[in-house]
């Protein structure tokens, strides 16, 4: 592989980490994100030979996160599609070699000087929202659940405020992690799962979450 195909990110300028990744914004694109997994997970790697089972192995499950979530995207934006609504999670834009292993990049959700979204945890610490914006949010928990979307953290600061469309999207914490998908077999388990999420999302935001409407606010 030519070097100049290499995306450079141990110089660049790391947004956010998480408990298993690191997100940078990807040079040269100021409206794109790069995740890369952290080194705990990249070293599961070293010595692997790719061409052999076990190998092939030892590389899914490395990258297991990514693979989850880019089903879930595309699951979403098909049923999004068919709806006739916009899916709330972030456009997955394909994988680039970075020298810190397999980098996927999405679209990165900016606010209005084209910054990095303010989080819903960041709005509710500065006060309440406005009228549009919790419209917005009763629009978002909808499409949640009509478009069948596994969430396994709803917390506040994965759902981030894109200003642009005015629309809250989900940035982290989705795709089914279990070894037998039932959550993505059957749409009424999921409902459940979702009821727990977004109630203590509520309680994270000092929002209250109204289990019969299906609202946060």
């Known amino acids: 592989m030519a070097g100049a195909d290499i995306?450079?990110?141990?110089d660049a300028r790391r947004l956010a980490k998480g408990s298993e990744r690191a997100i940078y914004a990807l040079p040269g694109a100021p409206d794109q994100l790069i995740k890369v997994m952290l080194p705990k997970y990249r070293r599961a790697l070293d010595g692997v030979d790719p061409d052999t089972a076990k190998g092939r192995r030892r590389h899914a499950v490395a990258y297991a996160l990514f693979f989850r979530e880019e089903d879930?995207?595309?699951?979403?934006r098909a049923m999004a599609q068919a709806r006739g609504i916009r899916s709330p999670l972030p456009d997955f834009l394909g994988y680039r070699d970075t020298d810190m292993g397999l980098g996927q990049v999405v679209e990165m959700i900016r606010d209005d000087a084209?910054?990095?979204?303010?989080s819903l945890a960041d709005q509710c610490a500065e006060g309440s929202l406005s009228a549009s914006q919790q419209s917005a949010l009763d629009a978002f928990v909808a499409a949640i659940y009509d478009l069948h979307i596994v969430v396994?953290?709803?917390g506040p600061k994965n759902i981030v405020w894109d200003a642009a469309a005015a629309r809250y999207v989900l940035v982290d914490g989705f795709g089914d992690r279990s070894a037998l998908p039932l959550k993505t077999w059957f749409k009424p388990l999921n409902d459940r799962r979702l009821d727990r999420?977004?109630?203590e999302c509520a309680q994270k935001a000092g929002?209250?979450?109204?289990a019969g409407a299906r609202r946060l606010a």
């Open 7 to 10: 995306v450079r990110l141990k």
């Open 72 to 76: 879930a995207i595309a699951r979403a």
């Open 114 to 118: 084209g910054a990095m979204a303010p």
């Open 152 to 154: 396994h953290d709803a």
């Open 197 to 199: 999420a977004f109630a």
């Open 207 to 210: 929002l209250l979450w109204d």
